[in-house]
C-alpha cells in the first residue's frame, strides 16, 4: 500500500494524482555523495600537492645519486663519508668566534649563491627572515635525523605548514632541496636548472636557508631553501598547525615503508661504499612513492567521477518520480477528492502497460519500505484502514545490489502466499447477499528466467460467495462481468472481500433497484 497526492479533478470519479515516494535512503544517500563531493576538492588538492611533491622527491633524489657518484668518481667519496666542506673563513666574521653550529658557515655562501642567480637572470634579490631560516634549518635536520629526501617531513609537514609553524604568515611559499652538493654553487646549480625554476620566482622577497652535513644520510650533504613572501594581511589569531595525512602522502609513506624492507643486493664486482648503495636504494624508493601516488590520484579522479554520476543519476530519479501523473480511479463512486489530498493507494502485483487505463487504494501499504517497486495501476479505495499499514513507494535504485537481490527472491513468495490485492471479474452476483463469485486475473511472478519458470500468484482462479463491501448499496453497484477489486484481509487467502470498481466506480444514488428497497 502507498500513497499519493490528488492533483487535479478531471471528473465523474476520475481524477489525477501523484505518487508518493519514500524518498529516505535516496536522500540519505545524496546527502552523502554531495558532503564527499564537497570535501573532494580539497581532498584533491592536497593529494596532488603530494605527487608533486613525491615528483620533485623523485629528481631530488636522482640528484643525489648522481652527486654522490660524481663524488666517488672524483674520490671524495671513500667507503664510508665524503669530507665535510672547509668553512671559508676560520672564525665567523659577525661574532669573532668559531662557527657554531660547524654548518652555519654555508648559510652566507648559499644566500649569496640564490641572489648571485637570480640577478644573472635580471630578477631582485631576496631578504634572509629569521622565521624562514628555523623552517628551513627544521626540515634539513628531519631530512638528516630520518634519512629523508625531498619535501615532506617525517611528521607529514609540507613546506607551507612548516613556515606557519614557525609563526611566518605566507601568501606564497616554495621550497628547495639538494641533497649531495659539495659546494652551495653546486646546489644552486640544481635549482637554477632552467628559466622556470622557483628559484627565479617573481613572487617571493624573502629567503631562508639551512644547510647540515650529515654521517647517517645517504647523500651526507643536504641544502635546504625557503623563497617566500609575507602575507599583507595576517590573521591576528593563525590556526594551529596540523600535519594529516592525505591519500597520496599515505600511500607513499606506506609505500615507503614496505621497500625499506627490501635487502639491496649484494655484488663483489666492485668494491663500492655503502653510500654509494644507500643513495641509489633511496632514488628507487623514491620512484616508488611517486608512483604509489599517482595511482592513488587516479584512483580519487575516477572516485569522483562515478560519484558524481552517482549523484546525477540519483538528481535524476528524484525529479523524475517527483513529477510522475497519472490518471487514477477510485474504486468507489466520489468527486468530493480535493488538490492536494493525500490518499492511499493499492498496487495489485502485476506489470504497468501503456495501454492500460490506469486505476488507484486508500487503505495503506502494500510492501515494507525496502520491496521492489515497479509501476503498477492503481485503485483509491474506501475501506478500514486499519487493516493494512500504510506506506509509501519506495524506488531499488538507493538500495544496495544485495538488498535488491534479496527483495526480488522474497516478492514472488510475498505475493502469492501473502496476498494483499487482485484484480477479478464477477461471474455470479447475489445483489440483496452482497456476495459473488469472481475470476481473478491471472498474473505470474514479476521475476523469473522464462514463461515456464514464472510462479501463479493465485492459490485457486475462481472464488466464490465472496462478500462485498461497497457501502451504503453494496452488491446493488455491481453487475456481472463488471472489473472489480479484491482484497485479501490481514493477508489472508481464506478471506477475499470486494472492496470497489477497477475502474469507472458506479455512484450508489444511481442505483435505482437499491433505492426501491
Known amino acids: 500500500m502507498g500513497k499519493a497526492i490528488i492533483t487535479a479533478n478531471v471528473g465523474d470519479g476520475l481524477y489525477k494524482a501523484r505518487p508518493l515516494y519514500d524518498l529516505t535512503r535516496l536522500n540519505k544517500e545524496l546527502d552523502k555523495l554531495n558532503t564527499d563531493q564537497a570535501e573532494y576538492s580539497t581532498l584533491l588538492g592536497k593529494a596532488v600537492l603530494s605527487l608533486s611533491l613525491l615528483e620533485d622527491e623523485t629528481e631530488i633524489a636522482r640528484r643525489a645519486m648522481n652527486a654522490v657518484i660524481n663524488q666517488w668518481q672524483q674520490d671524495l667519496l671513500n667507503t664510508e663519508n665524503p669530507p665535510p666542506i672547509v668553512p671559508p673563513t676560520e672564525d665567523d666574521p659577525e661574532t669573532g668566534m668559531p662557527w657554531d653550529p660547524p654548518d652555519s658557515a ?12 637570480r640577478t644573472a637572470a635580471g630578477k631582485s634579490t631576496l631578504t634572509r627572515d629569521d622565521d624562514l631560516d628555523f ?22 609537514s609540507v613546506p607551507s605548514s612548516r613556515v606557519a609553524f614557525a609563526g611566518y604568515q605566507a601568501d606564497f611559499v616554495v621550497e628547495l632541496v639538494a641533497c649531495g652538493a659539495f659546494t652551495a654553487e653546486s646546489a644552486v646549480n640544481q635549482w637554477a636548472i632552467n628559466a622556470a625554476s622557483p628559484i627565479y620566482s617573481d613572487s617571493a622577497t624573502q629567503l631562508g636557508i639551512a644547510y647540515t652535513y650529515s654521517t647517517s644520510h645517504p647523500a651526507t650533504h643536504l641544502w635546504v631553501a625557503l623563497l617566500a613572501h609575507p602575507d599583507p ?24 615503508a614496505g621497500m625499506e624492507k627490501i635487502e639491496p643486493p649484494k655484488t663483489e664486482v666492485l668494491a663500492q661504499p655503502a653510500k654509494l648503495t644507500d643513495v641509489v636504494r633511496k632514488f628507487g624508493i623514491a620512484a616508488g612513492k611517486e608512483a604509489a601516488a599517482r595511482r592513488e590520484v587516479a584512483r580519487l579522479l575516477a572516485e569522483n567521477d562515478a560519484r558524481a554520476m552517482r549523484i546525477s543519476e540519483l538528481q535524476a530519479l528524484k525529479t523524475s518520480l517527483n513529477a510522475l501523473e497519472y490518471d487514477v480511479w477510485s474504486t468507489f463512486y466520489t468527486e468530493a477528492l480535493t488538490v492536494g489530498q493525500e490518499i492511499e493507494t493499492a498496487e495489485p502485483p502485476g506489470y504497468w502497460r501503456d495501454d492500460a487505463t490506469p486505476t488507484v487504494v486508500a487503505g495503506g501499504g502494500v510492501y515494507p519500505q525496502d520491496y521492489l517497486y515497479t509501476e503498477y495501476p492503481w485503485n483509491i479505495a474506501a475501506f478500514d484502514s486499519a487493516q493494512v499499514k500504510p506506506g509509501k513507494l519506495a524506488s531499488s535504485v538507493p538500495l544496495s545490489p544485495e538488498a535488491v537481490y534479496y527483495n526480488a527472491c522474497l516478492e514472488p513468495g510475498h505475493l502469492k502466499w501473502k496476498p494483499l490485492w487482485r484484480y477479478g471479474t464477477i461471474t455470479r452476483l447475489d445483489k440483496p447477499a452482497s456476495v459473488c463469485d469472481l475470476t481473478l486475473e491471472v498474473v505470474t511472478a514479476r521475476l523469473f528466467i522464462d514463461e515456464s519458470t514464472a510462479l501463479d500468484l493465485n ?3 475462481t472464488l466464490n460467495n465472496v462478500v462485498i463491501s461497497y457501502p451504503p448499496c453494496n452488491g446493488y453497484a455491481f453487475e456481472e462481468d463488471d472489473e472489480v477489486l479484491v482484497l485479501f484481509e490481514g493477508h489472508d487467502r481464506a478471506n477475499p472481500k470486494v472492496v470497489g470498481f477497477r475502474r469507472a466506480p458506479r455512484d450508489c444514488n444511481g442505483r435505482e433497484d437499491w433505492l426501491q428497497l
Open 459 to 461: 492459490e485457486n482462479e
Open 233 to 256: 594581511d595576517p590573521d591576528p589569531s593563525p590556526p594551529t598547525v596540523t600535519y594529516p595525512d592525505d591519500p597520496a602522502q599515505k600511500v607513499a609513506r606506506e609505500q615507503e
Open 135 to 156: 623552517a628551513a634549518r627544521r626540515h634539513a635536520w628531519d631530512m638528516s635525523g630520518h634519512r629523508l629526501m625531498g619535501h615532506i617531513g617525517s611528521d607529514k
Open 106 to 117: 654555508q648559510y652566507a655562501p648559499l644566500e649569496d649563491a640564490i641572489n648571485a642567480a
